[in-house]
């Protein structure tokens, strides 16, 4: 009877000094948590306790912090891109339209003749133009970002499509004096996609090539295995490789100075438009050289 009482006598102490020591630890990690909810330590919590589920509960509780950090910083680079955008959306309306006012203004002066007002009104309708232009891109971006967007899936001949794009840029390439290096392969390149989407990411492409391409332009599209890869690459030495990283963020244009060459929304769209067809966009600077490629792989049972 005595060693039952002893015994019960012993694992009450050690029972008592365990939760002892489990409260002891619940304590410090509420206050751990009180600090870092303050703001006053970065710190997680200690995982190294004295019982193995309050060091399973406490890793639990470190992964929801992080998911939490994580989620305060997207916030956060969400309301600075909003505000940026909005800035830049503002900045890029107002210009066109100042000018356009400024044009018209100068149209009424008595002193203009009429050689003088022609050419004005030529200013004034290009401006427009450039507005309208913006227009478009803003309203093709909020509709491409829907989540209702919806493709339009069909066979594309990829040979047809890019001779097409390339024949619509033959007086921009030949402006800016742009020779284009042309590679289209002899055997026909079939996609299952939407003609209208992989069109405007072909014309993103070339437009970005012929507004800021410097020398020769070349233009690729290839088959190589189960992939259709179409490129577009181009002398770009005032680009770093800091600039190729922001190349598809929105209204991002290496013209700090926004002069109006670039709505910085091609690039974006075009590749929105290729996540959407399950496809690949990216950009490498070689040397002094801008590759921007596209790549789609291809349906096997539908080619």
Excluded at 194 to 219: C, F, Q, W, Y
Excluded at 230 to 236: I, L, P, R, T
Excluded at 285 to 303: A, F, H
Aim: one cysteine or more; a negative charge; charged letters at 30%.
């Amino acid at each position: 009877m005595l060693i039952v009482v002893c015994a019960a006598c012993a694992i009450a102490v050690v029972t008592m000094i365990r939760l002892y020591g489990m409260k002891r630890e619940i304590k410090r990690v509420t206050h751990q948590l009180q600090s870092y909810t303050k703001g006053s330590t970065e710190k997680k919590i200690d995982i190294a306790l004295f019982d193995q589920d309050l060091e399973t509960l406490t890793e639990e509780i470190n992964k929801l912090l992080t998911l939490i950090v994580e989620a305060n910083a997207l916030r956060r680079r969400t309301e600075n891109e909003l505000k940026q955008g909005i800035a830049n959306i503002s900045h890029d309306l107002r210009t066109p339209l100042t000018s356009i006012l400024g044009y018209i203004q100068l149209m009424e002066s008595e002193g203009a003749g009429e050689a003088e007002k022609l050419e004005y009104l030529m200013i004034a309708k290009n401006r427009t133009k450039r507005l309208q232009e913006l227009l478009h891109d803003f309203f093709d971006l909020s509709v491409i970002d829907h989540a209702d967007f919806e493709l339009d899936l069909e066979k594309v001949d990829m040979n047809t499509l890019v001779s097409e794009v390339l024949l619509g840029f033959y007086d921009r390439f030949n402006e800016r004096a742009l020779e284009p290096l042309i590679q289209l392969p002899n055997e026909k390149i079939l996609l299952y996609t939407d003609e209208s989407a992989i069109k405007r990411v072909v014309e993103n492409l070339l437009a970005n090539a012929a507004t800021h391409a410097v020398g020769p332009v070349r233009i690729r599209l290839e088959k190589q295995d189960s992939t259709v890869i179409f490129s577009v690459s181009n002398h770009a030495c005032h680009l770093n490789q800091q600039d190729v990283e922001k190349l598809f963020d929105r209204f991002y244009t290496s013209d700090a100075t926004r002069s109006g060459r670039s709505t910085g929304l091609g690039l974006s769209i075009a590749k929105t438009l290729m996540l959407k067809m399950n496809g690949k966009l990216t950009a490498e600077l070689q040397e002094e050289s801008l590759i921007m490629k596209c790549e789609w792989n291809l349906d096997e049972g539908r080619e």
